[in-house]
Nanobody
Framework: QVQLVESGGGLVQPGGSLRLSCAASRTIFEFYYMAWYRQAPGKQCEWVATITNAPTVSHAESVRGRSVISRDNTKNTMNLRLDNLKHEDTACYYC????????????WGQGTRVTDYA
């Protein structure tokens, strides 16, 4: 049973922007904090941003100032916008649902790949 589905990946240009979405089941969206992670080729998985139910947001240093994470509670979707893209933003981006008490990841999406033209 697929719980998290990402969309919006593809080819991007350096200096451009990307917009990703994650659709979640209602139960997951209402109970868990939502987050984005990414994994570049040959590198470890990296946390990108988190949005709580409050909502409060937090961003990794690598994207802070260039990223916006948001959620639409009417559609059970979470969104990520990343501006001023750099080559190092090329990665597979994953949506995740995190437990509100301990922050452990309970669910993962299957990922959406973002690749630059370079």
């Amino acid at each position: 049973q697929v719980q998290l589905v990402e969309s919006g990946g593809g080819l991007v240009q350096p200096g451009g922007s990307l917009r990703l979405s994650c659709a979640a089941s209602r139960t997951i969206f209402e109970f868990y904090y939502m987050a984005w992670y990414r994994q570049a080729p040959g590198k470890q998985c990296e946390w990108v941003a988190t949005i709580t139910n409050a909502p409060t947001v937090s961003h990794a240093e690598s994207v802070r100032g260039r990223s916006v994470i948001s959620r639409d509670n009417t559609k059970n979707t979470m969104n990520l916008r990343l501006d001023n893209l750099k080559h190092e933003d090329t990665a597979c981006y994953y949506c995740a649902a995190k437990g509100p008490q301990l922050g452990e990841i309970k669910f993962w999406g299957q990922g959406t790949r973002v690749t630059d033209y370079a």
